[in-house]
C-alpha cells in the first residue's frame, strides 16, 4: 500500500508491503508521486520490481577496494591489480554510485584517460571496472540490469611492435653487466635471451628446483600458472655455479620488481640501448624460430599457452627471408 505525505514543499511517496523492504521516493508534484506509485506497485504485483536500493548505495570506489580485498589478494599479479584499483579509486568515475554508472559516464572515463594514456592501458582499465561490477552483480547479489562496460567499445590498439636484441647489442648488455653492483644482472639477460624466462619467473626460480645433471630447470611459480620445465644454455649454467646460493633458496637475489627494474634501467643509460627487458623474450622466439625449432618445442620451453600469442613474438627479419628463399 502507497502513502504519501509532504516534506519541505515535496511529496514522498513509500511503499510498504508484507515481508519486504520499504521503497520510496520524492517528487515535486503529488501526480507524479502517485503514477510512480502505481507502477511500481503493478510492478510489484507481477514480480518485475527490480530494487536499486543496494546499487545506489555502494560507489565503484567501495565496490574496487572490496574486490581488491576478497578477490585480487588471491590471484598471483596482486599487486600489480592493486596498483590499478588505487589509481582507478582517484578518477572521479570511482565516486559514483553503481547505479549511477552508464555507459556514456564510461565513455567520457575514456575519452578523458585518452589525453595522458595509451588506448591499450585504458582497456585494461574498463576492463577492470567490468569485472569489479560482474562480481557485484554475480557474488554480492548487487542487482544492476546491466554492465555498462558490455556496451562501450574497447579503442583500438596499435599493433604490437616487438624489438629484437641483435647480436652486438647483447655483447655490450653482457659486457657492461659485470660492472654492475646487482651480480645476477647478466644471468638475467641470459635467462631471457637464450632462456625465454619472464622476468617474474627469474626472480622466482630457485636452487633446489635446478639440474645441472640434465640442464634443466623446474618452474613452479609462471604467469600463468602451469608449472613447466625449461632448459638451460651452457653459459646460463656456468653463469650460475658463479653466483653465492642464497638463504632464502633463490637463484638470483633480487628483493623486488623495483630493484630489478633500477638496475636493469641503469645498464640502459651505461649502454645506451633504449630496449626493455621483455625484449629478450622476443628474441629467445624469433631466434628459435631461425634455428629450426618447431612451434611446439618453442611453446614448451617459452610458456606460450596460445600460439596466436606466440606469433605476435617472432620478429623474422628480412635478411633472414631472402637467405631462407636462396637455400
Known amino acids: 500500500m502507497a502513502g504519501y505525505r509532504k516534506r519541505e514543499g515535496k511529496w514522498e511517496v513509500r511503499i510498504r508491503r508484507l ?17 510512480w506509485a502505481r507502477e511500481y506497485e503493478a510492478k510489484i504485483e507481477k514480480g518485475l520490481f527490480e530494487d536499486l536500493s543496494h546499487a545506489n548505495s555502494i560507489s565503484l570506489k567501495e565496490l574496487l577496494q572490496q574486490y581488491c580485498n576478497e578477490v585480487s589478494s588471491t590471484k598471483r599479479g596482486f599487486a600489480e591489480e592493486k596498483y590499478k584499483i588505487n589509481k582507478l579509486c582517484k578518477d572521479p568515475i570511482a565516486t559514483l554510485k553503481l547505479a549511477k554508472i552508464t555507459p556514456l559516464k564510461v565513455r567520457k572515463f575514456q575519452d578523458s584517460w585518452s589525453l595522458s594514456h595509451n588506448p591499450s592501458t585504458i582497456n585494461k582499465y574498463i576492463t577492470l571496472i567490468s569485472v569489479a561490477i560482474k562480481y557485484a552483480r554475480q557474488m554480492l547479489g548487487i542487482y544492476l540490469p546491466n554492465n555498462p562496460c558490455d556496451f562501450v567499445q574497447r579503442l583500438k590498439e596499435p599493433e604490437f611492435e616487438g624489438q629484437i636484441i641483435e647480436r652486438h647489442e647483447e655483447e655490450l648488455l653482457l659486457s657492461q653487466a659485470e660492472h654492475s653492483k646487482a651480480n645476477w644482472l647478466k644471468l638475467s639477460i641470459m635467462l631471457g635471451i637464450d632462456c625465454g624466462l619472464r622476468r617474474g619467473e627469474i626472480l622466482g626460480a630457485r636452487r633446489e628446483n635446478l639440474d645441472f645433471a640434465t640442464a634443466t630447470l623446474k618452474l613452479n611459480e609462471t604467469k600463468n600458472g602451469y608449472r613447466r620445465v625449461v632448459g638451460l644454455s651452457p653459459r646460463v649454467i656456468e653463469e650460475i655455479k658463479k653466483l653465492p646460493i642464497n638463504i632464502d633458496g633463490r637463484i638470483i637475489n633480487c628483493p623486488s620488481s623495483d630493484n630489478f627494474y633500477h638496475f636493469y634501467n641503469q645498464l ?19 631466434r628459435c624460430v631461425e634455428k629450426g625449432w618447431t612451434i611446439q618445442e618453442i611453446s614448451a620451453q617459452g610458456g606460450w599457452r596460445d600460439l596466436r600469442v606466440l606469433k605476435r613474438y617472432t620478429h623474422l627479419s628480412a635478411n633472414h627471408l631472402a637467405k631462407k628463399l636462396g637455400s
Open 268 to 286: 640502459q643509460k651505461w649502454t645506451g640501448i633504449k630496449k626493455s627487458f621483455h625484449c629478450t623474450r622476443l628474441t629467445f622466439a624469433t
Open 19 to 35: 515481508n519486504q523492504k520499504g521503497i520510496s521516493k520524492t517528487f515535486v508534484s503529488k501526480e507524479d508521486a502517485q503514477k
